[in-house]
């Protein structure tokens, strides 16, 4: 594909982005960051176990079984990712990176009377997503001269924050439910530049800056069921509903045929069109085959979403194990595995500007030591993946993408 072609794709592509909601983040995967310390160990198998605050997320109706008079939990995780799309223009390759260092979980947990009450603050999606390239040399085009240098600068930044209250209690001996009821806010702002230098002095460049904010809930609810002493099974369900989304943008674009050398195009559009999101399906189970050693299973259903202005999602199932050990009465271990698989459908070779598809896979490792009342866990997770992209927006050609990503986290946490 030429680089005249390619400029003008991406501008227009930028304002058909605006117009459809802008996916920018990572919204290609449901499962992109773990969300509590335990849970996140156990590479997010949590649903049937769900016994401290990170089950406020996975389950609530767990909590009923949390220890202490108060418990509470924070988790500061730093990650780093990494995209490489391969032969993009004249055989070069595009590589974007995303780092984040923040708080992605607090939570908290109050037994008053017969219920349990609980309060958490989790990010299960963060991105900081950079690509800063140039390319030189002999780049043919169709502008009537070759280009001597292409320049990329792309920076996107987008978080979703959920924060909310949480009650369960006891239906029998064997079976609790509990309701979270999270406020969703999402927040976005993409930057893109490219400049496009010509052998015979002309140029093309073209800026493009978009500012998106959404507001929602996304409620949760939970059961969990202990048929028998050492096994526990748990189902939850949740949905983000969104009740309020704007998007601003501008789009400035210099062409290098342009009539004089400052005659520019600018075009700035708003849109406050809502996304649709999938229901969310958790089934887990936890067995403890003696005092210390735990083995959990986790499977997550993410239903097909029909959404012409956003765009479809297929319906997604990512699986995850864990199991955790206790060395003895100070020190644990965790481990986990777990798939966070893509929500875009197999891309068609004869269609234009489709959403990359790529598969994740990843592991995670923990360890914890305990005093009295407190506890501090040290952990990391490892993923990776490959599939396809077309990252040129008019061009029908498919890249091969490989992507892999590590995070570290630290926590603590306290009862009473």
Do not use: C
């Not at 040399?137 to 979703?160: K, M, Q, V």
């Amino acid at each position: 594909m030429s680089l005249r072609m390619f400029s003008a794709a991406m501008a227009m592509v930028f304002i058909l982005l605006v117009m459809s909601g802008v996916s920018t983040a990572d919204e290609f995967h449901y499962n992109n960051l773990l969300i509590g310390d335990r849970a996140t160990g156990m590479g997010g198998a949590y649903t049937g176990v769900s016994d401290d605050p990170s089950g406020l997320y996975y389950n609530p109706a767990g909590i009923v079984y949390t220890t202490g008079r108060n418990l509470s939990a924070s988790v500061n995780a730093y990650y780093n990712t990494s995209k490489e799309y391969k032969n993009v223009i004249g055989g070069n390759g595009w590589t974007r990176n995303a780092t984040s260092l923040l708080p992605n979980f607090f939570g908290i947990v109050q037994p008053l009377g017969k219920l349990k009450f609980g309060f958490s603050y989790a990010v299960p999606d963060s991105i900081k997503e950079d690509q800063d390239q140039t390319f030189g040399g002999n780049i043919p085009t169709t502008l009537g001269s070759p280009a001597i240098r292409y320049t990329i600068n792309f920076n996107n930044e987008d978080s979703t924050y959920l924060i909310g209250p949480s009650i369960a209690g006891e239906l029998t001996s064997s079976l609790s439910a509990g309701l979270t009821l999270y406020m969703y806010h999402r927040s976005n702002q993409t930057i893109l530049n490219q400049l496009i230098v010509l052998q015979d002095g002309r140029f093309e460049w073209s800026n493009q800056y978009i500012e998106k904010v959404e507001r929602g809930y996304k409620p949760i609810l939970g059961v969990m069921w202990t048929p028998a002493e050492k096994l526990s099974i748990g189902v939850s369900l949740a949905k983000i509903l969104v009740y309020s989304s704007s998007v601003m943008s501008q789009s400035i674009i210099k062409d290098a045929n342009a009539a004089t050398p400052n005659d520019f195009t600018i075009v700035d559009v708003g849109s406050s069109t809502r996304k649709k999101y999938p229901y969310e399906l958790r089934l887990g189970a936890g067995y403890f085959p003696s005092s210390s050693l735990l083995v959990s299973a986790d499977a997550a259903y993410y239903t097909k979403v029909t959404d012409a202005v956003n765009g479809d999602r297929v319906s997604v199932m990512n699986i995850a194990l864990g199991t955790e050990y206790f060395l003895n009465k100070s020190w644990a271990v965790r481990g986990g595995l777990y798939t966070d698989m893509a929500n875009t459908p197999k891309l068609d070779p004869a269609l234009t500007n489709q959403d990359e598809k790529i598969d994740l896979y990843g592991m995670s490792l923990s360890i914890s030591n305990f005093s009295r009342n407190t506890s501090i866990t040290l952990g990391g997770s490892l993923t990776m993946g490959t599939g396809k992209a077309q990252i040129l927006s008019g061009s029908k050609d498919i890249q091969n993408v490989d992507q892999a990503g590590w995070m570290m986290f630290l926590s603590s946490s306290y009862s009473y």
